[in-house]
């Protein structure tokens, strides 16, 4: 086996496996901005309360039980284009196809009047774009080798932030010239350009176990829904209920201020623009330093003590948002925190995917993944969707709100440490060196 570290990244971007993987990440980072950030500072701008605003977060839920349709992207198939695209491609094209005029029908609702109409169109847009989530982490397990997973998981991540920044930073760009309809019709055009670099994707060779065809309905249901989890568990015996709650507590801090954190901005008095030039640009360029430094520290290190790092940076830098909000309207600080955020955040997702990935057994991945991540997703998704009412309940005291997002970050840490001291050998498992 190769040692991953030894091999340069100018290499790396050279392999079409990678270049295939990286536009994969834009393509799944491309909407989820819109139902997240970018959305709730659309609905700020608009009067919508703190509350309202993370009650409507809860339309993301998609994205925290894609589990539950995993196993018929895992083993069923799309008329026509799976004979055309393949088993992982064509659920990928045919979500980015759906997107496409979905994103437009949110961009066209009026948040002061058609609220539900809104929060429908939100809905769909997170459904597709988990669905697609799930495809497209199965394909990226499936193509590299255990060895390859930190940097498939660095060079994903460095995608999903494009994507994301595009319709982070750019919505804003274009929603400030032209209005929110022109920003989410141009985020739209950006998800059909994004989908042809599905078409040129080669689709990765599948294991027996997935090709093989069901005997009946009770043998494909078998395979599609009980052996992905028999395999997980029987792998992991008991440690397995330790493995999964770091998984769900990884993301409680990240999770309160992701959601509040446009809203947080508006109401320091930053205009779209001033949002636009000192968190997202920065943030970008932090993230994508972040995750480099992640998939160094991954190798170095090991994964899960990248993990822990991770989780006590996030809690440091989730702190300063506190200092921020006591200081008021101040550029640089704001630069400061959100750069710093930025990239202890890009570090530990960087380990948190890797990690995943290492989890899931090659012949159940969709299924797999796709459930671990979603535990992932679960707190930051549900969490969110009381962080408005949070704020509102401390009377608006944005400085207590970041104390307490701090303070959630303290069970990942604990039982990281525990889980590192008592299993190793899930470091090594995770295709990094052990811990």
Excluded at 159 to 177: D, E, M, N
Excluded at 371 to 385: D, K, M, P, V
Excluded at 391 to 409: C, E, K, N, Q, R
Aim: aromatic share 12%; glycine share 10%.
């Amino acid at each position: 086996m190769a040692d991953s570290h030894k091999v340069p990244w100018t290499a790396r971007l050279r392999d079409p496996r990678f270049r295939t993987i990286f536009f994969f990440g834009m393509a799944s980072g491309l909407p989820s901005s819109l139902v997240f950030a970018t959305l709730s500072i659309w609905l700020r701008e608009e009067g919508i309360s703190r509350t309202s605003i993370g009650v409507i977060g809860a339309v993301a839920t998609p994205y925290a039980i894609n589990f539950l349709w995993a196993p018929l992207i895992d083993r069923g198939r799309l008329p026509g284009l799976c004979r055309w695209l393949g088993q992982r491609r064509s659920w990928i094209f045919g979500c980015q196809m759906l997107l496409v005029p979905v994103v437009i029908a949110m961009g066209a609702q009026d948040p002061k009047t058609a609220a539900v109409s809104l929060a429908v169109c939100a809905l769909l847009v997170s459904f597709l774009s988990a669905t697609q989530d799930v495809a497209i982490d199965a394909y990226r397990v499936e193509t590299l080798k255990p060895h390859e997973y930190g940097t498939g998981a660095a060079i994903a991540i460095y995608g999903w932030h494009c994507g994301a920044f595009l319709t982070g930073a750019g919505a804003l760009y274009v929603a400030a010239a032209g209005g929110w309809m022109a920003a989410y019709i141009a985020a739209a055009a950006v998800i059909g350009i994004i989908s042809v670099a599905t078409l040129s994707a080669r689709e990765p060779e599948h294991p027996p176990e997935l090709t093989a065809p069901a005997k009946n309905v009770a043998d494909w249901l078998n395979r599609a829904a009980l052996a992905p989890l028999r395999d997980f568990f029987a792998r992991l015996g008991w440690m397995a209920v330790l493995v999964l709650a770091v998984i769900v507590f990884y993301k409680f801090g990240d999770a309160m201020l992701g959601r509040m954190a446009g809203v947080f901005y508006v109401d320091l008095g930053f205009t779209k623009i001033e949002i636009a030039n000192h968190t997202k640009s920065v943030g970008l360029a932090a993230t994508l330093l972040g995750v480099g430094v992640g998939g160094w520290v991954c190798i170095r290190l090991g994964v899960m003590r990248a993990m822990f790092f991770g989780a006590v940076l996030m809690m440091v830098t989730n702190l300063a948002f506190a200092l921020l909000a006591s200081s008021g309207k101040d550029f640089g600080l704001l630069a400061t925190v959100v750069f710093f955020d930025n990239l202890t955040g890009g570090m530990a997702t960087t380990a948190f995917v890797a990690y995943l990935s290492g989890l899931c057994n090659v012949a159940f991945t969709a299924t797999q993944y796709a459930l671990l991540a979603s535990l992932g997703n679960f707190a930051r998704i549900q969490l969110g969707s009381v962080s408005g009412w949070a704020v509102d309940a401390l009377g608006g005291d944005w400085t207590l709100f970041f104390i307490g997002v701090g303070a959630m970050s303290i069970p990942a840490i604990a039982l990281l440490w525990l889980l590192v001291r008592l299993m190793p050998r899930i470091d090594r498992d995770a295709g990094s060196p052990s811990a």
